[in-house]
């Protein structure tokens, strides 16, 4: 060949390379953000949740330990067995039958898969606003009531066509409203004791129910918090809906094992029964992902801590999560995961959706085995 004909082939050649580069990198973000089957998206929270429990069930030391555990009988009776596998099923029937079967449970230290706070705090306000905002931003470091400034997924995924007006949040903490800064995402917030104002029999009922039944944690119960939720669920069915339960970190911090373990029961007793509830609508079936996790850890190298975190008490930055879903992975148990982080969450729940979360803040990439199979 003639050396300028061969020249220009070389040329045609570079950039003919460049072009195929450039359409198959369009080709697999295209693949990455839109080939999900998620078209709703539920997000449960347990708060201060140990995953020393989640995954070994409960702890043997801190039951027969009378300071924590006064009628250590019972709870043997009901949640122990000799067996990690049978005792960790025993408080979390949930998560070690569906989702150990159809989804991914990540977070098990001692088979090596760590997921991990990236704020360095290891409490609420900041475990909160890493999960929604994916930036474990320093600044935010209080719990106190104050408008968070980061921008959240779900504010962000509320923004997309066909989402308006369909993005929801029940909490039983009061700090929820701040937390994901509702008087500027327009996402509805229902929190603490806020009248559920939709005038419906079951409304009305679940309205009295909250404001009537005792307040052992000085807000509504978390089952009021869920039955909230439920119905709003049924009645609205939003494309995003987040319940945040919070008994466990306030008995934790009272020193109340057994109730802890009672709430936590609970709370995966409810789970079960959204997911029930989402698989029996049209609307929801085999095309929502549900996805559990918690704000942190608690203490557990000096067993008197489990009650305590924050930054001071070591492993409080240790976290879980769980999900399942169309798009989800069937692993059950990972064992020997790449270390996560909680601000891998915010980009998760969109990519799940088949969007690309870019705020004006940094954030981390989506947790592919939720994202895709
Ligand atoms: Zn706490």
Redesign the pocket.
Known sequence: MHFYAMLIFKIHLYYMKKLILHFVCIFLIQTIYAQHKTENLVIVTL??MRWQEVFKGVDPAIIINKKFTSDSESVVKKFWSDDINERRKKLFPFLWTTIETSGILLGNRTKGCEVNNANKYW??YPGYNEIFTGYPDTAVNSNDKIKNKNVNALEFINQQKGFTGKVAAFSTWDVFPYILNKWRSNIYVNAGVDTLNFNTPEFNVLNDLQFLAPQPIDVRLDVNTYLAGKAYLKTYKPKVLYIAFDET?DFA?AGMYDQYLKSAYAEDAMIADLWKTLQSMPEYKNKTTLIITCDHGRGDAIKDQWTS?GEKIADAGQIWIAAIGPDTKHIGEEANCQTLYQAQLATTFAALLGFNFKPGHPVMQPIEQITSK
Do not use: K, W
Request: charged share 30%.
């Open positions: 708060d201060g409490f609420s970190d911090h975190h």
